[in-house]
Antibody, heavy 126, light 107 residues
Framework: QVTLKESGPALVKPTQTLTLTCTFS??????????VSWIRQPPGKALEWLAR???????FYSTSLKTRLTISRDTSKNQVVLTMTNMDPVDTATYYC??????????????????WGQGTLVTVSS | DIQMAQSPSSLSASVGDRVTITCRAS??????LNWYQQKPGKAPKVLIY???SLQSGVPSRFSGSGSGTDFTLTISSLQPEDFATYYC?????????FGQGTKVEIK
C-alpha cells in the first residue's frame, strides 16, 4: 500500500523560508520510473502544481515559482523535501505531495497524481 | 505554459441527472489529460487519465472524452456522493497545469 504524508510548520512569517517534508511508504524513489510531485491549493481556490522529482534525480518546477523552489530527496529515508523561499501571505495554502504514477501506451507516457498525501495547511502571517 | 479553462465554474444538478463538464487547453495536448474529484477537506482523487481511461475502482458512470484542445467529463447518472469539485490537468508538458475547477452542487 502506497501512502504519503506531508509535514512542516503550520505558520511561517513573511520573507521566511518554508521547508516541507513528504514521507512516503510502499515504493522507493530509487526505483526506475518513480516520481513525486508537490501541489498546493490556496483556501477556496484551484490546485497548482509546484515541482516534481524523479528516480534519476531529474527535477521540474513551476515556471512562476522556480526561482523560489527547491525539491530534493533522501532515498534512504523515503523522503522528498520542498523548500520555498521568501514566503508571502499569498502563499498561504494546503500543500500536498503525491506520487506521480504513469502509464505507457501508444508509445507515450501518461502521468497522473495518485495517491496524494492528506495535505498540510501553511499560513503565512506576521 | 499551457492554460486550462474549465466550464462551467459551478453547476446545480439533481440526483440521476447527466452532467457534463468541459475543459479546454490553450494548445493541443493530444490526449494528455486527467480528471480529478475533490471533496471538501480531502485530497483530490484521480478519476480519468489519458483523457478517457477510467482509473481502477472508479464507477463506470464517469467517462472522459476528447483530444487536442477540447475535453469533457461526463457523469451519466449523478449520485449523492458525486457532489464535489472536479479539476482537469494536462500532463503534455511541464509545467503541468490544472483547470480552475467545476463545483457540482445539489439542486
Amino acid at each position: 500500500q502506497v501512502t504519503l504524508k506531508e509535514s512542516g510548520p503550520a505558520l511561517v512569517k513573511p520573507t521566511q523560508t518554508l521547508t516541507l517534508t513528504c514521507t512516503f511508504s510502499g515504493f522507493s524513489l530509487s526505483t526506475s520510473d518513480m516520481r513525486v510531485s508537490w501541489i498546493r491549493q490556496p483556501p477556496g481556490k484551484a490546485l497548482e502544481w509546484l515541482a516534481r522529482i524523479d528516480w534519476d534525480g531529474d527535477k521540474f518546477y513551476s515556471t512562476s515559482l522556480k526561482t523560489r523552489l527547491t525539491i530534493s530527496r533522501d532515498t534512504s529515508k523515503n523522503q522528498v523535501v520542498l523548500t520555498m523561499t521568501n514566503m508571502d501571505p499569498v502563499d498561504t495554502a494546503t500543500y500536498y505531495c503525491a506520487r506521480t504514477t504513469y502509464y505507457y501506451g501508444s508509445e507515450s507516457y501518461y502521468y497522473w497524481f495518485d495517491p496524494w498525501g492528506q495535505g498540510t495547511l501553511v499560513t503565512v502571517s506576521s | 505554459d499551457i492554460q486550462m479553462a474549465q466550464s462551467p465554474s459551478s453547476l446545480s444538478a439533481s440526483v440521476g441527472d447527466r452532467v457534463t463538464i468541459t475543459c479546454r487547453a490553450s494548445q493541443s495536448i493530444s490526449n494528455y489529460l486527467n480528471w480529478y474529484q475533490q471533496k471538501p477537506g480531502k485530497a483530490p482523487k484521480v478519476l480519468i487519465y489519458a483523457a478517457s481511461s477510467l482509473q481502477s475502482g472508479v464507477p463506470s458512470r464517469f467517462s472522459g472524452s476528447g483530444s487536442g484542445t477540447d475535453f469533457t467529463l461526463t457523469i451519466s447518472s449523478l449520485q449523492p456522493e458525486d457532489f464535489a469539485t472536479y479539476y482537469c490537468q494536462q500532463n503534455y508538458r511541464t509545467p503541468w497545469t490544472f483547470g480552475q475547477g467545476t463545483k457540482v452542487e445539489i439542486k
